[in-house]
């Protein structure tokens, strides 16, 4: 078997600092190669700064148009992704819903998506490898538009390709919008993994669920994989203001176990970041799914 490259990207860098510190300790003990920063997140000015200690860890962008915390933006510049209090809608369900029914303007998203990446790459002073999305709202299309569009134009080489492997209409969608974005990556020669696990494990990666995710995906043919997962050492308010459901410290757990390592070894995966992708192919290669669906990171 021909050693893969595998990427284990936590999301949701900067939302809280106990988030931050528990995804660095996946990092320096664990198996943690890249990161996805959240530039809305409450503590991202003061953890961006820790990354800077840490040159083998890659990073990338969580752009965020849901979520618990406000936009960059003000509500007269992204006038239909708030509230009368200038607060994005909570979760992907309420957001497709105003999409879909036209109450969403993709130049708000875009604003928006461009603030975020100004406020990481030029405040924050951040090189970014990848971009990824928050609730992974870049699988809907125009969304999906608008996140290459942006990759290409700052030279940021790889998207993540999110997928499911839930049975249902909500997975079939999934893997429709998954298959549309690898092709529309590829056309425009933005790298990505070719498999991909985590939305259906998301909150819950437990060193389990992480293993048996892993074995499965290196059964396929893809050169890379990407699994996501979200480690973390939340406080009381932490899990109070965010209210998931989430198993932080167990993932932490789990990614730091030295049986996953020797299961990593098993396996023939190179752990390695998104930089590490070989050069995009007009091939749009099929990206792999995982488990029953829990709500997406």
Do not use: K
Request: proline share 7%; charged share 25%; net charge positive.
């Amino acid at each position: 078997m021909t050693e893969r490259l595998l990427v284990v990207n936590a999301d949701d860098y900067g939302l809280s600092e106990g988030i931050s510190r528990g995804i660095l300790r996946a990092h320096d003990a664990g198996v943690v190669t890249s990161v996805s920063v959240l530039a809305v997140g409450p503590a991202v000015a003061r953890s961006a700064a820790w990354l800077r200690d840490r040159p083998a860890l890659g990073v990338g962008a969580h752009l965020a148009a849901v979520g618990e915390d406000p936009p960059l933006l003000s509500a007269r510049e992204i006038p239909t992704l708030v509230d009368r209090r200038g607060l994005f809608r909570r979760s992907w369900r309420a957001f497709m819903t105003a999409a879909v029914t036209g109450r969403v303007d993709m130049a708000d998203v875009h604003r928006e998506f461009q603030a975020q990446l100004d406020r990481l790459v030029d405040d924050l002073g951040l090189t970014l490898s990848h971009i990824d999305t928050h609730q992974h709202l870049h699988l809907y299309p125009p969304v999906a538009q608008i996140v290459t569009r942006l990759a290409a134009d700052r030279g940021i080489g790889a998207v993540r390709v999110p997928t499911s492997a839930a049975p249902g209409p909500r997975g079939l969608v999934i893997r429709h919008w998954s298959r549309a974005l690898a092709s529309r990556l590829s056309v425009a020669q933005l790298a990505f993994p070719q498999a991909y696990g985590g939305l259906d494990e998301a909150g819950a990666m437990t060193l389990p669920r992480f293993e048996a995710l892993v074995d499965r995906l290196a059964r396929g043919q893809a050169d890379a994989i990407e699994v996501n997962c979200h480690p973390g050492e939340p406080t009381p308010g932490d899990r109070a203001r965010y209210a998931w459901g989430y198993r932080w410290e167990e993932e932490l757990a789990g990614l730091t176990s030295p049986f996953l390592r020797a299961t990593l070894q098993r396996l023939e995966l190179r752990l390695g970041r998104f930089s590490d992708l070989p050069a995009p192919g007009m091939r749009a290669p099929r990206a792999e799914g995982g488990e029953p669906p829990r709500r997406p990171g």
